[in-house]
C-alpha cells in the first residue's frame, strides 16, 4: 500500500536531483547512528577499564593499573575519532558523487568497525592485556582504513 505523499515529498519531486539528496541524508543519518551505537560500546568498554583499574588499585598492582589505564585512554582518544570521522556521503553539489559500488564498500568498512568494536567489547573483561591491546590496533586500524578510503571523494 503507498503512503499519501505530504507535500515535503510532493516540492522535492518537483526539484531536479532532490531524491538523490534525501538518499544522501539519509545515509548520512544512517552512518550516524551507527557510529552512536559504536560510540555507546566503547564507553562501556572504558567504563569496564575504570572498575578493573580500581580492582587493580585495592591490590596494589601498580603494573597491571598502569597497562589498563593506558588502554582506557587509548579508547578514549579512539572515541572522539570514531565520533568525529567523515560521513559516507558527498556534498549535494560536490564534484566527486559516490557511487552505489563505493557506497558499498563504506558500510562493509562500517560493518568491519562494527564488528572489531564487538569484539573488543567481549576481550575487554576477559584480563588478557595483550589481546585486549591487539583488538584496539585493530579497531583503529579498521577506522583508519575506513577514513582513508572515504577521503579519496573529497
Do not use: H, W
Amino acid at each position: 500500500m503507498d503512503r499519501v505523499k505530504n507535500i515535503f515529498d510532493r516540492i522535492g519531486s518537483l526539484i531536479p536531483g532532490y531524491s538523490g539528496y534525501a538518499d544522501r541524508e539519509g545515509r548520512r543519518n544512517c552512518d550516524k547512528v551507527l557510529r552512536d551505537s559504536i560510540v555507546v560500546k566503547l564507553i562501556e568498554v572504558e567504563k569496564l577499564f575504570y572498575t578493573q583499574m580500581n580492582e587493580a588499585l585495592k591490590n596494589t598492582d601498580k603494573e597491571t593499573t598502569r597497562l589498563i589505564e593506558e588502554m582506557r585512554k587509548e579508547v578514549n582518544t579512539f572515541v572522539s575519532k570514531v565520533k568525529f570521522a567523515p560521513y559516507g556521503a558527498t556534498s549535494f553539489f560536490g564534484d566527486n558523487q559516490i557511487k552505489e559500488e563505493e557506497l558499498f564498500a563504506i558500510y562493509q568498512f562500517d560493518f568491519e568497525l562494527g564488528d572489531t568494536v564487538d569484539n573488543l567489547s567481549k576481550l575487554s573483561a576477559s584480563g588478557d592485556m595483550r589481546l585486549i591491546k591487539d583488538q584496539i590496533n585493530k579497531c583503529k586500524n579498521s577506522l583508519l582504513d575506513r577514513n582513508n578510503y572515504i577521503n579519496e571523494f573529497k
